[in-house]
């Protein structure tokens, strides 16, 4: 079992910048695929981010390629993701999810996930 917990979230203005965390007990992260979801108000829960095992490998959804990027410390068990020129779209729920396999997208395959942290951008 993996516990996940996320912090970073908060009200930020138009054009500012958070750092979400994710730290991970119970099992080590090291070989797990991490993925960041967000849920806005009446929306579905969409991948954001997501990173191998390794950290050799990332993908960005294209709502906030070039805004963001996700690392992680494998040392550590955690996960971040650091979010630039945030737009009022980007508040949301911010998930951190873990899955013990290959990097996938959708929210049905990742077996593990944080309670959330919130984001909310103001104009």
């Known amino acids: 079992q993996v516990q996940l917990v996320e912090s970073g979230g908060g009200l930020v203005q138009a054009g500012g910048s958070l750092r979400l965390s994710c730290a991970a007990s119970?099992?080590?992260?090291?070989?797990?695929?991490m993925g960041w979801f967000r849920q806005g108000p009446g929306k579905e829960r969409d991948f954001v981010a997501g990173?191998?095992?390794?950290?050799?490998?990332?993908n960005y959804a294209d709502s906030v390629k070039g805004r963001s990027t996700i690392s992680r410390d494998n040392a550590k068990n955690m996960v971040y993701l650091q979010m630039n020129s945030l737009k009022p779209e980007d508040t949301a729920v911010y998930y951190c999810?873990?899955?013990?396999?290959?990097?996938?997208?959708?929210?049905?395959?990742?077996?593990?996930w944080g309670q959330g942290t919130q984001v909310t951008v103001s104009s």
């Open positions: 990173i191998i095992w390794s950290g050799g490998f990332t």
């Open positions: 119970g099992r080590t992260l090291s070989s797990a695929a």
């Open positions: 999810a873990a899955r013990y396999g290959s990097m996938r997208y959708r929210r049905n395959e990742y077996e593990y």
